[in-house]
């Protein structure tokens, strides 16, 4: 499967606990989107990401939440000390550049705050 | 303020008929559109895009038609087929700025036998 890879596809985690998801892009794709999904709403993008950088973090609520797209391994969405607001599913998307190319999302990871 | 949006949250057609779904942008600025199908459970499948430089683009059984005048962008499905049925989604990106697909609140299509 060449295509985008979240895992895990479902993850429950209680309140203040650390949730991790992980996303490997598309091969020959090094620009990483994350986007969060509430039930029966439309995508909300989160943070942008390059090979190492962080471009772009407007959409990332200021705090308990983090993203980094190492050299080498999968990008990471972090989430601290998670509350039950924090439930949803998160999709992570990729492309070969930025601006203008189409974005290929993965089937997301399904984060449930008990 | 930058927005898409989606004129109907559902519709329903018969297998072998045509669909169009629509959606309405806020943001002028805005110069590249792009498509999505969302099956349950699964995340975004691109199906066509197309720039503000284009009024039309045809795909594979889809056309997706692009009106700036209006701030309009619909996307047609010819012979719908039941394995259409899901929730559609535009999404758009600003120029320049553009990295961020801004999202509209998606169609649900329900396509009978």
């Known amino acids: 499967n060449a295509g985008v890879m979240q895992n895990p596809r479902h993850l429950v985690r209680r309140r203040g606990q650390e949730a991790r998801l992980r996303c490997s892009p598309m091969?020959?794709?090094?620009?990483v989107y994350w986007y969060r999904q509430l039930p029966e709403e439309g995508l909300k993008f989160m943070v942008y990401?390059?090979?190492?950088?962080?471009?772009?973090e407007s959409g990332m609520p200021k705090e308990r939440f983090s993203a980094e797209f190492p050299k080498e391994g999968p990008s990471i969405l972090r989430i601290q000390q998670v509350v039950r607001g924090d439930s949803a599913a998160y999709f992570c998307?990729?492309?070969?550049?930025?601006?203008?190319?189409?974005?290929?999302f993965g089937d997301g990871t399904r984060l449930s705050i008990l | 303020g930058e927005s898409v949006g989606l004129h109907l949250p559902t519709l329903s057609v018969q297998e072998g008929d045509n669909s169009i779904i629509n959606c309405a942008y806020s943001?002028?600025?805005?110069?590249?559109f792009i498509w999505y199908k969302q099956e349950s459970g699964k995340g975004p499948q691109f199906i066509i895009d197309?720039?503000?430089?284009?009024d039309k683009r045809q795909g594979q059984r889809v056309t997706v038609l692009l009106n700036k005048t209006v701030k309009h962008l619909s996307l047609q499905i010819a012979a719908t087929q039941p394995g259409d049925s899901a929730v559609y989604f535009c999404?758009?990106?600003?120029?320049?700025?553009?990295?961020?697909?801004?999202f509209g609140k998606g169609t649900t299509l329900s396509v009978s036998s």
């Open positions: 998307a990729s492309s070969t550049t930025g601006g203008d190319q189409p974005q290929h």
């Open positions: 091969k020959g794709h090094s620009h």
């Open positions: 990401l390059q090979k190492e950088n962080i471009i772009d």
């Open positions: 943001n002028s600025a805005s110069d590249y």
């Open positions: 197309i720039r503000s430089n284009m």
């Open positions: 999404a758009e990106i600003l120029n320049q700025a553009g990295t961020a697909l801004i």
